[in-house]
């Protein structure tokens, strides 16, 4: 079945069905793995461009108060300060930093509005850190979805922080789920963003951090091919999807004869931004020719869960050594650490580790907390 038999709304609702399935079998995998002690209750434009919100707030802190739909002692975060000034406690405040995907589901309904603390266009670097940092969404989500606590957080912590959209296939530019069309046309919204944030600002690169395919295989294609590198100085890379099995889906092309290929074909044909991450894709070859390797001259970092059930294998993320990679492992010296691939996007640690990667002269030490996976309520 090819992209140009099928009508634009049949590959928009072909893409939808394949993410709801995928999702499935990702939360069934998960279950199945059995994570020590947990167990599972619950978890803008219409083009491949990106598009960054320039209506974002001017104020000096960007956006300061989460939506009322996002508000409420559901979502506010423990001992938050608001009098607190910008880098003494980032975790705390000025903003609020709710580190519970709550916040990021409430937040869906409206896509295009940035999170708080992002794109305050008026923002001037400071000496201290002269980057500003443009975040990266992953697979099916938007800026609002995936960055409400990450955005305020970097916002305390005293950098200029950008988010945009980008890859959406469906025909209104407030769809919930977005980053599904191709890997090229998103890394080409990467690139657009990218340079839109350092005319704003002045700025001579800027610093990435994204999660999953945010963190991976879309800023890696972006340094590689498209001449990013010379733009980057540090790549931060959440969960990074780097060539994955796509929680083992990729196996139902070979696994049932003319059905799985049929599926999986019609998925790729809807929504490429999801097979185009598959370790064997013509993309992943394209991005990862020698294995899971670094741009060269981009300090990269990359932050991994044993317990990633998305991109599997989940060491595949750990890029080769070299002496601008770190690699941490999540469960090294804390095995209270339960997070699996969607609960590392709101992870106080593993923000933690984003910033001591973003200014490793001043790294702080991580300390080890109990983790659940999906949500903090997930027991």
């Known amino acids: 079945m090819s992209r140009r038999s099928l009508s634009r709304p049949a590959r928009i609702a072909i893409a939808l069905a394949g993410s709801i399935a995928l999702g499935g079998s990702i939360i069934g995998n998960a279950a199945a793995q059995s994570v020590p002690g947990a167990s599972i209750g619950s978890e803008g434009s219409g083009d491949s461009v990106g598009s960054v919100d320039q209506g974002g707030s001017t104020g000096s802190l960007g956006s300061t108060e989460l939506s009322d739909s996002v508000s409420g002692s559901l979502f506010s975060p423990p001992e938050f300060d608001p009098d607190l000034e910008i880098g003494e406690d980032p975790t705390r405040g000025p903003l609020p930093v709710p580190f519970n995907i709550s916040a990021g589901v409430s937040a869906m309904l409206a896509p295009n509005t940035p999170p708080p603390g992002a794109n305050d266009w008026n923002c001037e670097p400071s000496p201290e850190h002269p980057r500003p940092v443009v975040l990266v969404n992953p697979t099916s989500t938007t800026q609002a979805l995936a960055f409400q606590a990450g955005a305020p957080l970097l916002k305390n912590a005293g950098y200029c922080v950008f988010t945009y959209n980008y890859g959406n296939i469906a025909p209104v530019s407030g769809s919930a789920f977005q980053a599904l ?34 963190g991976g295989i879309t800023p890696d294609y972006y340094l590689k091919l498209l001449g990013g590198a010379e733009k980057v100085h540090t790549k931060v890379g959440i969960s990074p999807s780097t060539g994955t099995t ?134």
């Not at 657009?192 to 990435?208: F, H, Y």
């Not at 999801?274 to 990862?288: G, I, N, R, W």
């Open 246 to 379: 796509l929680s083992e889906f990729a196996f139902l092309r070979s696994l049932i004869p003319v059905i799985g290929p049929l599926v999986f074909g019609s998925l790729g044909g809807s929504a490429a931004g999801l097979t185009d991450q598959v370790f064997d894709s013509e993309v992943a070859k394209q991005v990862y020719p020698d294995g899971t390797t670094a741009a060269p001259g981009v300090e990269t970092t990359a932050i991994v869960t044993h317990y990633d059930w998305v991109v599997t294998p989940y060491d595949r993320q750990f890029y080769a050594e070299a002496d601008n990679v770190t690699n941490i492992d999540l469960q090294e010296g804390c095995p209270e650490d339960l997070s699996e691939h969607i609960s590392t996007l709101y992870s106080e640690r593993a923000w933690r580790y984003v910033l001591n990667a973003l200014d490793p002269e001043n790294a702080q030490e991580v300390p080890c907390m109990p983790v659940a996976p999906f949500a903090p309520w997930v027991r």
């Open 181 to 214: 069309d191709d890997i090229p046309s998103a890394a080409q919204a990467l690139s657009d963003t990218v340079d839109q944030v350092l005319e704003a600002t002045g700025a001579d690169q800027v610093d990435l951090v994204g999660h999953s395919q945010g």
